[in-house]
Nanobody, 125 residues
Framework: QVQLVESGGGLVQAGGSLRLSCAAS????????MGWFRQTPGKEREFVSA???????YYADAMKGRVLISRDNAKNTVYLQMNSLKPEDTAVYYC???????????????????WGRGTQVTVSS
């Protein structure tokens, strides 16, 4: 079992920045994938970014150029730096964890078995 705790969400004005954190604990995997997804009421949960044990990174086209994902393996923590935020970025952001996933599978939420509670990001206009 793996436990995930997100932090760093909050209220920010359009054009501002936030840095989200996700700390994993428990029986973590040597080879892993960690991803960020977001969801708003009435919409499907969508992929934002992901990183795997080998350092490969993936970004959603809508966020590319505005976000940067990084990891600290010693702390079992992944970070998501978000810049130039827009009101449409308002959502609950979820951290997810899984055993090693392919480049195709890593962007699909259905392939993740562990999820955090989520952290609210609100961007005002």
């Amino acid at each position: 079992q793996v436990q995930l705790v997100e932090s760093g969400g909050g209220l920010v004005q359009a054009g501002g920045s936030l840095r989200l954190s996700c700390a994993a604990s428990g029986r973590t995997f040597r080879s892993f994938a960690m991803g960020w997804f977001r969801q708003t009421p009435g919409k499907e949960r969508e992929f934002v970014s992901a990183i795997n044990w080998n350092g490969n990174i993936y970004y959603a086209d809508a966020m590319k150029g505005r976000v940067l994902i990084s990891r600290d393996n010693a702390k079992n923590t992944v970070y998501l730096q978000m810049n130039s935020l827009k009101p449409e970025d308002t959502a609950v952001y979820y951290c997810a964890y899984a055993a090693a996933l392919s480049a195709y599978d890593i962007t699909n939420m259905r392939n993740y078995e562990y999820w955090g509670r989520g952290t609210q990001v609100t961007v005002s206009s």
